[in-house]
């Protein structure tokens, strides 16, 4: 609560000058706070992007090696960074401690669990220490009500695959047919030049590489996902806590990505 303390009345015509200076200064100072609050959030979101994305680069390359050129999944979230406008340090030191001797134990892990107003969360892992990843996954789900369960029957892994033309040579309804040759399960646009398609795990690198070789698109995505099968049914009003309790998740160190059925 603030206290706002009575001064004596200023007669009228008179302008006190301490006053107006006052009211100035405390305008002023209180627009450079919005104004330092903003970029501080915008700070934190884009740190949050980058920590994601090199989650995403260690994991690459711990599956595939560090060379782009021979391993598409890194090749692709390399395109991620530099959409973002990640630093070529941040890349670099992602890739560096994917291989060094801190992960040269760790070992990728999915975890299952119930979140807030019965969602179901596919929690991917790279860990080299299984009990702390427990630990602190358990700790987060309390926090929102939920826990450590089965509910991997309610998803189906899928490969996911962002692509387009830079060029603009293809058309929408091209990049959709040539998805659809090449096995698309199902096919979302995203932009005026990139689509999302959805297909079977087992053909992911097939079609990825089809998709390059053959058409010469620009692969932007192209990784495992989880596809719910069932979905939950969540109020409109509940729904702000289903998405705090998975940032909450996703900031764990050892959290790759989130997958929910909301």
Known sequence: MVYHLLKPPIPCGIV??????????????????????????????????????????????????????????????????????????????????????????AEQVIYEGLGPHGTALIIECLTDNKNRTVKRLRSVLNRFDGSLAPVGYMFEKKGRICFGREDGLHSLDTMFEHAIDAGAEDISEQSSNRIEIICKFSELQAITQLLINTHGYTIECMEGTYVANVNADVAEGNVA????AIEAIEELEDVIKVHCNL
């Open 16 to 105: 006190s000058l301490q006053s107006f200076g006052s009211q100035k200064r405390h305008a002023g100072h209180s627009r450079w706070s919005k104004i330092r609050h903003s970029k501080g959030a915008s700070d934190i979101k884009k740190g949050q992007i980058f920590s994601t994305i090199s989650k995403s680069i260690i994991a690459a390359v711990r599956e595939g090696g560090s060379d782009p050129k021979v391993n598409m999944r890194l090749a692709a979230t390399l395109k991620q960074a530099k959409q973002v406008d990640m630093p070529r340090d941040n890349i670099e030191r992602a890739i560096s401690r994917a291989t060094s001797k801190e992960y040269s134990g």
């Open 241 to 244: 806590k289903v998405q705090d």
